[in-house]
C-alpha cells in the first residue's frame, strides 16, 4: 500500500473509532464524548418511625421433666418436634421392683392391722396397757405411710405431661438407667409463642407495653402482627440493650422454639428522611456504597460514597453523604467514572 493510502486508512479509521465516555480525553488529544445519563433529584419524605430488633422464638409456657424416681426407662411416647397433649403418658419406668415393693407393704399392712384389731380388743378389756397399745398404733399408722409411699413410687414411674406443646427435648433413649430428678424432658407450649428481642438503650423508651409489633420469620416467609408484653428494665451488661418480649397468636402451631425474627415496632412517631431509588447505589471494592452526584456547572458526575438506612418500598433511606437538592444518577452510572462529562437524556 503506498504511503498517501495509508495516511488516509488511518484517518478514516479515527474518524469511525467512537470517543470513549470517561470525562477525559481519548487517544491522541480528542475529548472524549459526554455519557448521557438519567438523573434525579434528593428529596426527603415523611416515614414513620420503627424500632428495628433480631429476636428469637420461644414458647409461652416451657416445662422440664424428670423421674421422680430411678430406673430404667422401658417407655417413650414421642420423638423431638412432635406434639404432646395435655396429661398424655410421656415416658415410663420399669415398674417390677416398685411392683414388689407395694406387695410387700400391703402384706405388711394386712399383718399390722390384724394384730391392731386383736390387741384393740384386748385393750378394751383393760389386758393391754396403754403403752403396748400405742406401739401397735404407731406400728399401723407407720404401714400405712409405707403402703401410701410405694403406692405413689410406683405410679412415679409413669411420667404425663402436664401442658400441650412440642417435645423440645428428650434426653434420654428406651434402656437408659437415670436417676431421680433429672430433667431430662422439655415440653412447651406453642399455642402462644413469645419473641425475645434486644432494643438498645437509646430506642427502649419508645416502646410500651401492648404496642403493636410486626414479625418477619424468614425461614416461614412470613410476617405476623402481635403485641408487646414486656419491656425489660435492667440493661443487659455488655451490649447495653433491653429485652422486649412480643406474643404471637400460633394457631397453627407452624412458628417453633428457636427460629429467628425480625421485629418492627412502630413508635406512632414520624420523621423526614433523605431517600434515593435504589437503582442509584453503587458498590465499591471494600462493599461501600456510593453514587454519581451531578454538577450541574460543569455537566460533570463527580462518585461520592454514603451511608444507607432503611428500604422502604420504592427508596432506600440515606443517612449521611448528600442533601435535599442534590442530583444523582439514575440510570447510565455504571459507565461513569468519577468527574466523567455527562449529557441528560431529559433536561431537569
Same mark, same amino acid.
Given at each position: 500500500m503506498k504511503a498517501d493510502s495509508w495516511v488516509i486508512f488511518i484517518v478514516l479509521l479515527t474518524l469511525l473509532v467512537p470517543l470513549g465516555c470517561d470525562g477525559g480525553k481519548a487517544s491522541g488529544g480528542a475529548v472524549s464524548a459526554?455519557?448521557? $445519563?438519567?438523573?434525579? *433529584?434528593? /428529596? %426527603?419524605? =415523611?416515614?414513620?418511625?420503627?424500632?428495628?430488633?433480631?429476636?428469637? $422464638?420461644?414458647?409461652? *409456657?416451657? /416445662? %422440664?421433666? =424428670?423421674?421422680?424416681?430411678?430406673?430404667?426407662?422401658?417407655?417413650?411416647?414421642?420423638?423431638?418436634?412432635?406434639?404432646i397433649e395435655a396429661g398424655q403418658l410421656l415416658a415410663s419406668l420399669d415398674p417390677e421392683s416398685y411392683r414388689l415393693a407395694k406387695e410387700m407393704a400391703d402384706a405388711n399392712l394386712d399383718q399390722v392391722q390384724d394384730e391392731y384389731q386383736r390387741l384393740s380388743i384386748m385393750h378394751e378389756r383393760k389386758s393391754l396397757s396403754d403403752s403396748d397399745f400405742s406401739k401397735v398404733t404407731n406400728?399401723?399408722?407407720?404401714?400405712?405411710?409405707?403402703?401410701?409411699?410405694?403406692?405413689?413410687?410406683?405410679?412415679?414411674?409413669?411420667?404425663?405431661?402436664p401442658i400441650s406443646g412440642v417435645l423440645l427435648k428428650k434426653g434420654v433413649e428406651v434402656g437408659e438407667i437415670i436417676g431421680s430428678g433429672l430433667q431430662i424432658f422439655a415440653v412447651s407450649d406453642i399455642g402462644v409463642v413469645h419473641v425475645n428481642a434486644s432494643v438498645p438503650e437509646t430506642e427502649v423508651h419508645q416502646i410500651k407495653i401492648g404496642s403493636?409489633?410486626?414479625?418477619?420469620?424468614?425461614?416461614?416467609?412470613?410476617?405476623?402482627?402481635?403485641?408487646?408484653?414486656?419491656?425489660?428494665?435492667?440493661?443487659?451488661?455488655?451490649?447495653?440493650?433491653?429485652?422486649?418480649?412480643?406474643?404471637?397468636?400460633?394457631?397453627?402451631?407452624?412458628?417453633?422454639?428457636?427460629?429467628?425474627?425480625e421485629v418492627k415496632?412502630?413508635?406512632?412517631?414520624?420523621?423526614?428522611?433523605?431517600?434515593?431509588?435504589?437503582?442509584?447505589?453503587?458498590?465499591?471494592?471494600?462493599?461501600?456504597?456510593?453514587?454519581?452526584?451531578?454538577?450541574?456547572?460543569?455537566?460533570?458526575?463527580?462518585?461520592?460514597?454514603?451511608?444507607l438506612g432503611r428500604m422502604m418500598q420504592s427508596s432506600v433511606?440515606?443517612?449521611?453523604?448528600?442533601?435535599?437538592?442534590?442530583?444523582?444518577?439514575?440510570?447510565?452510572?455504571?459507565?461513569?467514572?468519577?468527574?466523567?462529562?455527562?449529557e441528560l437524556k431529559k433536561a431537569p
Open positions: 459526554p455519557c448521557v $445519563v438519567d438523573a434525579k *433529584k434528593v /428529596v %426527603k419524605i =415523611g416515614l414513620n418511625h420503627e424500632v428495628l430488633a433480631s429476636g428469637n $422464638v420461644e414458647g409461652r *409456657k416451657t /416445662v %422440664k421433666l =424428670g423421674f421422680l424416681v430411678p430406673g430404667r426407662i422401658n417407655y417413650i411416647a414421642a420423638a423431638e418436634g412432635e406434639m406400728a399401723l399408722k407407720a404401714a400405712r405411710a409405707q403402703q401410701k409411699l410405694q403406692t405413689k413410687n410406683l405410679a412415679d414411674t409413669k411420667l404425663y405431661s403493636d409489633a410486626f414479625v418477619t420469620l424468614s425461614s416461614l416467609d412470613k410476617t405476623f402482627s402481635g403485641k408487646v408484653v414486656e419491656v425489660g428494665s435492667l440493661a443487659e451488661p455488655t451490649t447495653r440493650s433491653f429485652s422486649v418480649k412480643i406474643e404471637l397468636k400460633n394457631p397453627k402451631r407452624i412458628i417453633r422454639p428457636g427460629m429467628t425474627a415496632i412502630p413508635t406512632g412517631r414520624s420523621a423526614e428522611v433523605i431517600a434515593i431509588p435504589p437503582e442509584a447505589v453503587l458498590r465499591d471494592v471494600d462493599n461501600s456504597s456510593y453514587v454519581f452526584v451531578v454538577d450541574w456547572t460543569k455537566s460533570q458526575a463527580f462518585k461520592r460514597k454514603i451511608a433511606e440515606v443517612t449521611s453523604g448528600l442533601a435535599a437538592g442534590e442530583w444523582v444518577v439514575i440510570g447510565g452510572q455504571h459507565k461513569l467514572n468519577d468527574g466523567s462529562a455527562i
